[in-house]
């Protein structure tokens, strides 16, 4: 380091050129969904609480609750509470730092011709100022990032509760699903008892052999085998259920015992056109703010190269009693500058200038990613909701069909007119189409929840 002269100093000044552009590498838009047909205005404000179009009073009331009490959003929260207080250390440097000292002496002496001792007393107080002046910008540039940080933090957090949203629906669906598995393998092993009691009717009276009873009674104990399978799926779901939420296991049970029906949305949300979209999505625009911090830390880094002023001084007070110390007998103060520049560093400054650099380009293909990713979420759930409503209308079809059959071959079943091993496999067709069908409506609440979520949802916007 060395003192330069003020024309070095203008040069220098001159010469300075910024080498990053945020804009860089900002990914084509597409005008409308591919999946979506026409285009409609974005419905914010049903957005910010998509989970109340379901209609389910309980999901209404966990998240709700969960989006105060989770543990990942009350974290995020606090992170902003560190972000704010990062950006304000950032500003302080910006400002003079000012210090106060104090001293006390006491002084001894003895006069040996009058052998007469004396002592007097000394009181001193000082006030120092040191400050580095941001004569280039440096120090706002790392401001600027420190407040683009926070920025992000905020983001995130937004991110944070339109994830816990999405995720409790979806968890919410899967225990809706599990209970109506459960409620239909029951209505089965009802059907299978009643088959089972027919084949014992019918070999008592002497009109078929055991191997039907055998044969009934395998197929009951099968489907009765199931059960635990699904009490057990349905008892750890109400476990995550209250992670979610920030509760211990079991605090839920009783809200969430009671069986309800899959939750159905009753209609379809404007969704608007991908530019909005990019807008409305906490992630990407958080990853925005990765860029603008990216960018202002390469800046400041550029900015070591110039030179940098720092002025100190002192104000000193002394007195020889306390009580006359703010009536000094000697006031001494002095201010001091330096103007100093990096001449030669062995290259720190240029690989920590091309550390920031790429960085910057690292935040903006995070930032390209990110948006690719949104486009991609939102295509995929319009896909989903578009087949999984065409796979519910040929289930319907095919329930009404495989119960007629059912009820059909338990008929002639019971007029000797077909075997046994026929009303099986009925009972089994029509299990298994009924169980497709609560699978294809769980699947369909849980694409137009993911829809929510890749649109942004669950976060208010102001």
């Known amino acids: 380091m060395a003192l330069l002269t003020l024309p070095f100093v203008l040069c220098a000044c001159g010469s300075f050129k910024t080498r990053t552009n945020p804009a860089e590498g900002n990914p084509a838009t597409p005008a409308k969904w591919k999946a979506a047909g026409s285009t409609t205005e974005l419905d914010r404000v049903s957005l910010a609480q998509w989970w109340t179009r379901l209609n389910d009073p309980v999901l209404n009331q966990l998240i709700t609750g969960a989006l105060v009490s989770s543990p990942d959003v009350r974290t995020a929260l606090s992170r902003i509470d560190e972000g704010r207080a990062r950006r304000g250390l950032e500003s302080a440097a910006l400002f003079p730092s000012l210090y106060i000292?104090?001293?006390?002496?006491?002084?001894?002496?003895?006069?040996?011709?009058?052998?007469?001792?004396?002592?007097?007393?000394?009181?001193?107080?000082?006030?120092?100022?040191?400050?580095?002046?941001?004569?280039?910008?440096?120090?706002?540039?790392?401001?600027?990032?420190?407040?683009?940080?926070?920025?992000?933090?905020?983001?995130?957090?937004?991110?944070?509760?339109?994830?816990?949203?999405?995720?409790?629906?979806?968890?919410?669906?899967g225990l809706r699903q599990a209970q109506a598995q459960l409620a239909l393998k029951e209505r089965t092993i009802a059907t299978r008892s009643e088959t089972a009691?027919?084949?014992?009717?019918?070999?008592?009276?002497?009109?078929?052999?055991g191997l039907d009873s055998l044969q009934a009674d395998s197929t009951l104990e099968q489907d009765r085998a199931s059960l635990p399978t699904l009490k057990q799926t349905i008892a750890?779901?109400?476990?995550?259920?209250?992670?979610?939420?920030?509760?211990?296991?079991?605090?839920?049970?009783?809200?969430?015992?009671?069986?309800?029906?899959?939750?159905?949305?009753?209609?379809?949300?404007?969704?608007?056109?991908?530019a909005q979209t990019l807008q409305q999505r906490p992630d990407v625009r958080a990853a925005m703010r990765g860029v603008?911090?990216?960018?202002?830390?390469?800046?400041?880094?550029?900015?070591?190269?110039?030179?940098?002023?720092?002025?100190?001084?002192?104000?000193?007070?002394?007195?020889?009693?306390?009580?006359?110390?703010?009536?000094?007998?000697?006031?001494?103060?002095?201010?001091?500058?330096s103007l100093s520049a990096p001449i030669f560093d062995a290259g720190r400054i240029s690989q920590n200038i091309a550390i920031q650099d790429a960085q910057t380009k690292q935040a903006l293909i995070s930032y390209e990613l990110t948006v690719l990713t949104a486009l991609k979420e939102v295509e995929n759930a319009l896909i989903a909701i578009r087949r999984l409503s065409e796979l519910s209308e040929t289930l319907g079809r095919a329930v009404k069909a495989a119960?007629?059959?059912?009820?059909?071959?338990?008929?002639?079943?019971?007029?000797?007119?077909?075997?046994?091993?026929?009303?099986?496999?009925?009972?089994?067709?029509?299990?298994?189409?009924?169980?497709?069908?609560?699978?294809?409506?769980?699947?369909?609440?849980?694409?137009?929840?993911?829809?929510?979520?890749?649109?942004?949802?669950?976060?208010?916007?102001?």
Not at 236 to 257: S, V, Y
Request: proline share 3%.
């Open 236 to 274: 750890q779901t109400q476990n995550e259920i209250a992670l979610l939420c920030g509760l211990a296991p079991g605090t839920l049970d009783m809200q969430l015992k009671a069986a309800r029906a899959i939750p159905q949305t009753s209609s379809r949300l404007a969704i608007g056109i991908p």
């Open 403 to 462: 119960q007629q059959a059912s009820r059909l071959a338990t008929q002639q079943y019971q007029a000797g007119q077909v075997s046994l091993v026929e009303v099986l496999e009925a009972q089994r067709t029509l299990f298994s189409v009924q169980e497709q069908q609560v699978n294809a409506t769980a699947d369909q609440t849980t694409a137009y929840i993911q829809l929510y979520k890749a649109l942004g949802g669950g976060w208010p916007v102001n």
């Open 101 to 173: 000292g104090g001293s006390a002496q006491t002084r001894n002496s003895r006069n040996h011709e009058t052998k007469v001792s004396s002592s007097s007393e000394f009181y001193s107080t000082a006030l120092d100022a040191s400050w580095q002046v941001d004569l280039f910008g440096k120090q706002k540039q790392t401001l600027r990032a420190a407040s683009a940080d926070l920025a992000q933090t905020e983001e995130t957090y937004y991110s944070a509760q339109v994830s816990l949203a999405a995720e409790l629906a979806q968890t919410y669906v």
């Open 292 to 337: 603008e911090a990216a960018a202002a830390r390469t800046k400041a880094a550029e900015r070591e190269r110039l030179p940098s002023l720092d002025l100190s001084g002192s104000l000193s007070l002394e007195a020889l009693r306390a009580g006359s110390l703010f009536s000094p007998e000697t006031v001494a103060a002095n201010l001091i500058g």
């Open 197 to 209: 009691q027919i084949a014992h009717w019918r070999e008592q009276a002497g009109v078929s052999t």
